[in-house]
Nanobody, 121 residues
Framework: QVQLVESGGGLVQPGGSLRLSCAAS????????MGWYRQAPGKARELVAVITRGGNTNYADSVKGRFTISRDNAKNTVDLQMNSLKPEDTAVYYCNADIQRSRYGGPGNYWGQGTQVTVSS
């Protein structure tokens, strides 16, 4: 089994900051891309940021310059530093990863349970 567990969500005022963390555990041989998605009420889930094992990153235009994704390959973790938060960033944030569970076989795609981020005064 593989688990992705997020932490760090909460309520913050506009202009504030939050840091989300996600830890992968279980039967893991290698982790490829890791990323964060979000889903606001009534909207489709969307990509926020993704990082490859080598550290290459990609961000949604709406968060560029405000959010930073990082990972620790030794600890199987991925973080999302969110600064200058806006009310429109309010959503459930999900961790996502492509994980190979053994030396044999390809990677599977896994999701965390989600963590709520609310930006409001």
């Amino acid at each position: 089994q593989v688990q992705l567990v997020e932490s760090g969500g909460g309520l913050v005022q506009p202009g504030g900051s939050l840091r989300l963390s996600c830890a992968a555990s279980g039967s893991i041989f290698s982790i490829y891309a890791m990323g964060w998605y979000r889903q606001a009420p009534g909207k489709a889930r969307e990509l926020v940021a993704v990082i490859t094992r080598g550290g290459n990153t990609n961000y949604a235009d709406s968060v560029k310059g405000r959010f930073t994704i990082s990972r620790d390959n030794a600890k199987n973790t991925v973080d999302l530093q969110m600064n200058s938060l806006k009310p429109e960033d309010t959503a459930v944030y999900y961790c996502n990863a492509d994980i190979q569970r053994s030396r044999y076989g390809g990677p599977g795609n896994y999701w965390g349970q989600g963590t709520q981020v609310t930006v409001s005064s």
